[in-house]
């Protein structure tokens, strides 16, 4: 006789004997399951056989009141003959969560044998038929203690397993790499309606299995360039995803502690070689000079660049086979120095003659490079200072209008007596109609910097080149020093105008442009527009003085000592630059209240003070209108306000004065007492922090220096890169002029060939012709 469970699946009818056996029979299961949920618990191999086979229809996949099932509970007891026994006894989803638990555990060796077994082989090969690999959409199992969207290689390469890794790499399996933050496709779209905090639960988990030493040890071909490229992009994400910034960023941290580990099991020069020139795909076997340590550089792996074995490796490649130089003593390096300054044109002519010669190699040794254009940046800085002593300037010339030019003197005066006007006095000094010989060398040592700023922005890219900071504070730097010659020789050229229109112009038509010319050429001052290109330019070049000298910060990062401080003070520069975002809201705030407190006195002084003859208030003086408000709040900062600077002096009107001195007060308090001192403060953790890692800030910034000169370019200095440029353009033209003839000779070559191969032809046709007349 069938079940009664066997005849209910049938389709008959339940009677209530039927039902009543049918309770009768869950009841008996109900305990077995308790029966076999404790044997698990206790290992008791021999009971769970006999109750399994006591009970065929018992549920394997029971629960206690925990939620455990018994495969779990295997795993938990690292019961190995339990757990081989069950699996095959298990759905796909209790399974999956044995395995995943095993591995959570760290128990290997239970976690291989459930991955080894056929049961799990089959329901995965059936869920990766189904399309369901990645499991994002999927509900989690009931008392799962992982979402669905873990997998083991995830879980196990996040363990760092490497066991487990290798396992499941070799059957093929692989963590998918999360799209990029805000990718527009169909997929994230759905996912992110379907529920915004998984999709940025399951980014980072993707990303720690992604991240671990296990997964990128045995799966990447490059794990420096993988570590490289994963921690870069850590970085970018940990601005987007800012709830998780802070995980984001310790994975980052975690690749460039796992890279040092990578480079502490170089030991031989010839390793390190392969690791920091390898460059391109990992598949592609090319290499360049420290291509992988550029990388670094580029990326900020400080923790990578500063490693000894890099240090050592830059450190050779600066004096390319000059380093008994370095190991001789001060005395003889200044001899050296100093020799090699004054051979230095003949090793320039050699260069151009001759760039691949043995002498022309001394100019491109990084250490040399460095030296001829730190030299050549300090003649620069010498020029500007000469400039600023010179006895004669360029603005004015030691002649009056009488002395060099009397006959433009008398037609100046027929003028003014004719026209009764006083436009100048009657002699006055000359603006100087050239340029001074130091203006002219500094111009040709800005216009050699502008070509040499050209050749960095065609090799390196525009985004590449301004990314250092001082690259762009060259650029700010010689855009105003060509403001500033423009202007200057903008008005040697009306001054030249001017002179020649007023020499050839007629007796008859003095009224024609007269001022206009005078005005040109005066050099007194008191009779300019205060907007005069001289004095335009004038301020221009004394900002590019300053520009210039803190140019030398650039150099400062070579020395150990001065290389933390530069380092600190550009780091303070953006904690200033934060201070001010946040003074500026101050400021303005303050700088609005007192402007409309004050408004009415400022408005009216003409009629109520001047006409009544009462002394104009301070309060007008200080915030009569915008600009003199906001000189008056900006001084205060620096302590140049004074507690009279809100009196309304004889106007009767109290309350507005108190209300002033309060609003002056508060102001004070708030950025005197609390903003500077938070300012202080700020530039004291910037300053303690860069000291901390001293060593390792310098070493990196001194590496970027390094690197600029041990890439190709850059061998002569300024002024000298005018001449290598200039003898290419040369060379080129020369070369295009010898291929253009060639082409030409090889079109006469083709010519006389065709001729004389026709003629030949003829010639033969003749003979055929003649041996066929005669016979």
Same mark, same amino acid.
């Given at each position: ?89 298990? %759905? ?411 020499? %050839? ?215 000298? %890169? ?54």
């Amino acid at each position: 006789m069938a079940s009664p469970l066997i005849q209910l699946s049938q389709g008959n009818t339940p009677s209530r004997a039927l039902l009543a056996q049918i309770s009768h029979v869950e009841t008996a299961i109900t305990k077995a399951e308790d029966d076999f949920l404790h044997a698990v618990e206790f290992g008791d191999v021999p009971l769970v056989k006999s109750i399994l086979e006591e009970n065929p229809y018992i549920n394997v996949d029971c629960t206690d009141a925990l939620g455990r099932t018994p495969l779990r509970l295997a795993v938990k007891n690292e019961n190995k003959e339990l757990v081989e026994m069950l699996v095959s006894l298990s %759905n796909a989803d209790n399974t999956n969560e044995a395995v995943l638990q095993a591995i959570d555990a760290g128990f290997t060796s239970i976690a291989e044998i459930t991955l080894r077994h056929p049961k799990y082989l089959e329901n995965t090969n059936r869920m990766r038929r189904m399309g369901d690999v990645e499991g994002f959409f999927k509900r989690s199992w009931r008392g799962s203690q992982f979402p669905s969207y873990v997998t083991p290689l995830m879980l196990a390469s996040q363990k760092n397993q490497y066991v487990i890794v290798q396992l499941l790499l070799q059957r093929g399996e692989y963590i998918i790499k999360p799209h990029k933050f805000g990718c527009p496709c169909q997929e994230c779209t759905n996912k992110r309606k379907y529920d915004q905090l998984r999709l940025a639960k399951s980014r980072l988990d993707a990303f720690k299995g992604l991240c671990s030493e296990a997964y990128i040890s045995l799966n990447s071909q490059d794990p420096f360039l993988t570590a490289f490229e994963l921690a870069h992009e850590l970085r970018r994400l940990a601005k987007s995803e800012v709830f998780f910034k802070r995980e984001y960023t310790d994975l980052a941290d975690h690749l460039s502690t796992y890279v040092v580990k990578l480079l502490d099991r170089v030991w031989t020069h010839r390793e390190l070689s392969v690791v920091l020139d390898k460059c391109g795909p990992p598949t592609d076997d090319v290499y360049e000079s420290l291509a992988r340590f550029k990388m670094a550089v580029d990326l900020e792996e400080k923790a990578f660049v500063t490693h000894p074995n890099c240090q050592q490796r830059i450190d050779r490649c600066w004096f390319e086979g000059m380093g008994k130089i370095k190991r001789l003593s001060w005395p003889q390096q200044i001899g050296i120095l100093i020799l090699s300054i004054v051979a230095y044109p003949v090793f320039v002519a050699y260069f151009l003659i001759a760039p691949e010669s043995k002498t022309s190699k001394i100019l491109k040794v990084p250490a040399v490079k460095f030296i001829c254009h730190t030299l050549s940046f300090f003649a620069f800085l010498i020029l500007i200072i000469i400039s600023c002593f010179e006895s004669i300037s360029i603005i004015s010339d030691s002649n009056t209008l009488q002395q060099k030019y009397p006959d433009i003197h008398e037609k100046y005066k027929r003028y003014r007596q004719k026209y009764n006007q006083q436009l100048y006095y009657d002699d006055f000094p000359l603006r100087t109609l050239t340029p001074q010989v130091t203006e002219i060398l500094i111009l040709i040592w800005v216009i050699a910097m502008v070509v040499q700023e050209c050749q960095e922005l065609w090799s390196q890219g525009i985004r590449s080149h301004f990314s250092d900071k001082f690259n762009l504070l060259d650029f700010v730097l010689l855009s105003v020093y060509i403001a500033t010659y423009s202007l200057r020789f903008l008005c040697i050229k009306k001054l030249n105008s001017s002179v020649y229109e007023l020499q %050839n112009v007629p007796e008859f038509n003095l009224s024609f442009g007269v001022e206009a010319h005078i005005y040109w050429i005066n050099a007194d001052r008191s009779f300019w527009d205060s907007y005069d290109p001289i004095n335009t330019a004038e301020g221009l070049f004394a900002i590019a003085n300053i520009f210039s000298f803190s140019r030398i910060a650039y150099l400062l990062r070579a020395n150990e000592t001065l290389g933390p401080l530069q380092i600190s003070l550009g780091r303070m520069i953006n904690d200033i630059m934060q201070f001010f975002a946040l003074a500026v809201i101050v400021i303005i705030a303050f700088l609005v209240a007192l402007r409309n407190l004050y408004w009415y006195y400022s408005n009216r002084d003409d009629i109520e003070i001047n006409g009544l003859g009462i002394p104009k208030p301070e309060a007008v003086e200080k915030y009569g209108d915008e600009l003199a408000a906001f000189r008056t709040v900006f001084w205060a900062i620096y302590g140049r306000g004074q507690d009279t600077d809100v009196s309304l002096g004889n106007y009767n009107n109290t309350v507005t004065e108190k209300i002033g001195e309060s609003i002056s007060g508060l102001y004070h308090i708030i950025m005197i007492i609390l903003l500077l001192n938070i300012l202080v403060a700020m530039m004291t953790r910037t300053f303690d922090k860069t000291a901390e890692d001293a060593d390792i800030e310098w070493k990196f910034a001194r590496s970027t220096l390094y690197m600029e000169y041990i890439t190709k370019g850059r061998v002569l200095p300024v002024p000298f %890169n005018i001449l290598e440029v200039l003898y290419k353009m040369i060379m080129h033209f020369i070369q295009l002029a010898n291929e253009k003839k060639e082409e030409v000779n090889h079109e006469h070559t083709v010519l006389y060939d065709a001729g004389r191969r026709t003629a030949i032809s003829n010639v033969e046709s003749q003979r055929r012709f003649k041996v066929k007349d005669h016979v």
